[in-house]
């Protein structure tokens, strides 16, 4: 196991980086706000496997968090996350405070990246109306920090990972996307670190995210082609587990997020469900 740099300030983070690429090494980051998991890991392997230096960030960030959310209740165990992050071989973890990331203070900031047309307001942006907003000023601030070559999101955040995609394309950043699988425990739940306010009878009611997504895939490849059936029998499956309240269920253009009702260029099936208190979201997208 190799050493793990903990970086708490920007210019750690800059002089670090800049010698590695005095040595000509490449470098990679994978934005994360901790309290890590398997899914979290999968991304550390991907970027290990493609860049000679890897970067992890762990930072819960509040412009992504509105009103009534949970950014106080933001699991967190930073000495797990390093030792996770050692494990798979991570060089160096950027850990900074909220006022190294937002010098304003109180994670107040006046400048923001925003994407302005229908993108971010689709899914999760319907009832989170500032969160990809947020998503991309720290996104976009990390990039500046880092100045990574690729940098890895995972594919259960679809949303945010097509909204970053095109972030990149339009302020010409020189960064690689990569996208990387959804990593789902044993019995199918998509790992999440929000998994872990589910009580036990939550757990197990969790499922029917993943029963819904696995039923609508084979529904797919039986070769449906009406979105809309696909997502009413999704749905169904869903509203028979009690505990379950969905937020929404929808089928959209994989790449733009614009709604779509028929299977013809790849459609992402993204739902967000509240489990008790707990809002859960899962996807997959059609070939
Ligand atoms: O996916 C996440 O954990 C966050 O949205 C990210 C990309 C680290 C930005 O805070």
């Keep these: 196991m190799g050493e793990l740099i903990i970086a708490k300030t920007v210019k750690e983070v800059r002089d670090q ?17 901790g309290y890590l998991h398997e899914g979290h890991a999968s991304l550390v392997d991907k970027a290990v496997s493609m860049c000679d230096r890897v970067v992890a960030s762990d930072f819960v960030n509040p412009t992504q968090f509105g009103p009534g959310e949970d950014l106080e209740s933001y699991p967190r165990d930073f000495e797990h996350d390093c030792a996770l992050l050692k494990e798979h071989g ?16 109180n994670g107040k900031t006046d400048t923001y990246v925003e994407i302005l047309d229908d993108m971010p307001k689709q899914l999760c942006g319907k009832t989170r109306p500032i969160h990809f907003r947020g998503v991309c000023t720290v996104v976009s601030k990390l990039f500046n920090i880092v100045l990574p070559d690729k940098a890895f999101f995972g594919q259960k955040d679809a949303q945010q990972l097509a909204i970053i995609k095109r972030m990149v394309r339009d302020l010409s950043y020189g960064i690689e996307i990569v996208g990387c699988p959804i990593v789902r425990e044993a019995d199918g739940l998509a790992k999440s670190s929000r998994n872990t306010y589910l009580n036990d009878a939550e757990r197990q009611a969790a499922l029917c995210l993943s029963r819904a997504v696995f039923a609508g895939m084979d529904m797919v490849k039986a070769g449906e082609k009406n979105a809309d059936t696909v997502v009413g029998m999704m749905k169904d499956i869903i509203e028979k587990e009690p505990l379950a309240k969905i937020d929404y269920v929808s089928s959209v253009d994989a790449v733009t997020m614009a709604d779509v009702h028929e299977i013809k260029a790849p459609v992402l099936f993204a739902m967000a469900v509240y489990i008790g208190k707990t809002r859960l979201i899962d996807n997959f997208i059609t070939e």
């Design 17 to 33: 980086v800049s010698a590695w690429r005095k040595e000509g090494l490449t470098v990679g980051l994978v934005p994360t706000m």
């Design 90 to 105: 991570c060089n160096m973890v950027f850990y900074p405070s909220v006022d190294e990331m937002y010098p304003d203070g």
